[in-house]
């Protein structure tokens, strides 16, 4: 099985940074948790969750409308880690933000969460 743990979310004041961790551990038939798509979702209070960011196993990313110019995704296969970048921070940014990697396309793991709160 693959377990996912995110780290580093807290409260800032708007135009401030955070950096989200997403660590990795184990395998689902010998293929490890970035042999797939990866990526970062967020869900604000009352709302659904949404895709932030999202990185394959190549290197490509993609982002959402609202965050692009301001997050980026990357990822450290030698630290089996995953990253968001999040700068000028904005309180609609504020939201409990997951990692989730799909692997050979049927296996979907979460992370628990991490609460970001942008606010002054």
């Known amino acids: 099985q693959v377990r996912l743990v995110e780290s580093g979310g807290g409260l800032v004041q708007p135009g401030g940074s955070l950096r989200l961790s997403c660590a990795a551990s184990?395998?689902?038939?010998?293929?490890?948790?970035?042999?797939?798509?990866a990526g970062w979702y967020r869900q604000a209070p009352g709302k659904q969750r949404d895709v932030v960011a999202t990185?394959?196993?190549?290197?490509?990313?993609n982002y959402a409308d609202s965050v692009k110019g301001r997050f980026t995704i990357s990822r450290d296969n030698a630290k089996n880690t995953m990253y968001l970048q999040m700068n000028s921070l904005k309180p609609e940014d504020t939201g409990v933000y997951y990692c989730?990697?799909?692997?050979?396309?049927?296996?979907?793991?979460w992370g628990q969460g991490t609460q970001v709160t942008v606010s002054s």
């Open positions: 989730k990697v799909t692997i050979a396309r049927i296996y979907n793991y």
């Open positions: 990185i394959t196993s190549g290197g490509s990313t």
């Open positions: 184990g395998s689902i038939n010998g293929m490890s948790a970035w042999t797939g798509t």
